[in-house]
């Protein structure tokens, strides 16, 4: 089976190339009054004319759930950056595209925002299969472009100066701590057999095979492997397969939809893995819990860049705002997060060199360490992160970090996984 991972695909669900506008909201009044969710959280706070930043993101389409998460933390950024008085005592206005989830649309979008709306700066899109075009129109203008989403190998085989993945690790490198955890075990609790499963999706992709590669290494025996359509909506046939390999693990390189399908088919057949880990999917918070139950979440593991629990320097802030503009006690989705801290680590750019010129932004940032409510972010010479993940696991209905040791939230590991309920 095909597990090459980073083959880039088309949307073949994406109706029409849309361009919807979420556009940002204009100077407001001097009363300190802040923007709705949905506009820019541009304010009078700071003095001169707005920093102008630029933002394509997938708010309709196949991506549009984490595209829209996106959108709610650069938001949330925003409205907190001005409050505080703005970047170089400027406010920032945030103009906001839809990509409709599109590879073409993605491309006219960032070319726009440069080229018409001649905005200062760009933060990126959501996915690797957006931000690899992206990359490609920010590095021919030399325009810094720092993506919340974005790191599958493909793009930084282009060797790009202007492009950063403001998460912990690429693709290959995700699964890693779950793969440490599972060697740590004693030999008779780590899994002899595991079926690797993943959608043909950039990121998700390269995940499932590096980790395919290390448990094969260490001496798991691969009962099953698949790479399934970006379209599929029917998981029936591929759980029935799984099933009949009979694995202690599965993995599944999932994004949102594909890994609630497998899980929902898992449960209707009656087939319960002793481990179960997915990409993506279970750090959509209330969203994966209410879509496959949350008696059912119980024991999942994924790899995550954050956690509304971690001590991080603004992570209480980050979560205060989030709250405050889309609904009290409302846990935000890592893509919120993620997004969040794509802003911080160009706005720390900005702060760094005191200034809007992107070559030198691009410079300070490859030769400097960034503080984010994810932690500590660094970048090789072509913009691929110097770090690690974090490994969560569902239980007793909230998501706890189980790795490493300085990060963790429970010293608690809920194996084997329970029977579905």
Not at 384 to 406: C, H, M, N, T, Y
Request: aromatic share 8%; with cysteine; glycine share 10%.
């Amino acid at each position: 089976m095909d597990h090459a991972g980073g083959r880039l695909r088309r949307h073949t669900r994406v109706a029409a190339v849309a361009a919807t506008l979420a556009v940002a909201a204009f100077g407001l009044s001097a009363c300190g009054s802040s923007s709705s969710p949905g506009a820019s959280g541009a304010s009078s706070s700071g003095g001169g004319a707005p920093i102008k930043i630029g933002i394509s993101l997938p708010l309709t389409g196949d991506f549009s759930q984490p595209g829209g998460e996106a959108k709610k933390g650069y938001e949330a950024w925003a409205s907190l950056v001005n409050a505080g008085g703005g970047l170089l005592g400027r406010p920032v206005e945030l103009t906001i595209l839809d990509d409709a989830s599109s590879q073409e649309q993605v491309v006219t979008d960032y070319n726009r925002l440069i080229s018409q709306d001649k905005v200062d700066l760009l933060l990126g899109t959501f996915s690797s299969l957006l931000n690899y075009p992206a990359s490609s129109v920010a590095e021919k203008n030399k325009m810094v472009l720092v993506a919340p989403a974005g790191g599958s190998p493909k793009i930084f085989d282009q060797k790009f100066k202007y492009y950063f993945f403001a998460q912990q690790a690429t693709a290959p490198n995700q699964a890693n701590p779950f793969v440490q955890k599972l060697l740590a075990l004693p030999a008779d609790q780590r899994p002899k057999t595991a079926a690797f499963v993943t959608q043909d999706d950039p990121f998700a992709a390269p995940v499932i095979a590096s980790m395919q590669e290390q448990l094969k290494a260490a001496g798991v025996q691969v009962v099953y492997s698949e790479t399934y359509p970006p379209e599929t909506t029917n998981f029936q046939p591929l759980a029935s397969k799984i099933a009949a390999a009979k694995p202690d693990l599965i993995a599944q390189g999932a994004v949102f939809e594909d890994g609630v399908g497998l899980v929902k088919s898992l449960i209707q057949i009656g087939y319960n893995p002793k481990i179960l880990f997915q990409t993506s999917a279970p750090t959509n918070g209330a969203q994966y819990s209410d879509a496959i139950g949350i008696d059912n979440t119980e024991g999942v593991f994924a790899t995550v860049s954050w956690s509304e629990k971690a001590p991080t320097p603004g992570n209480k802030e980050f979560i205060a705002e989030y709250q405050k503009q889309n609904g009290a006690g409302l846990v935000p989705a890592e893509d919120a997060a993620d997004a969040y801290a794509a802003a911080e680590v160009l706005a720390a750019a900005v702060k760094g060199t005191n200034g809007l010129d992107n070559v030198k932004l691009q410079e300070w940032l490859h030769a400097n360490k960034v503080t984010t409510i994810l932690g500590e972010l660094s970048w090789d010479e072509i913009g691929r992160p110097q770090g690690d993940f974090l490994l969560s696991q569902w239980q007793k209905g909230v998501v706890e970090i189980v790795a490493p040791d300085a990060a963790k939230t429970t010293d608690n590991l809920v194996m084997p996984k329970p029977a579905w309920k």
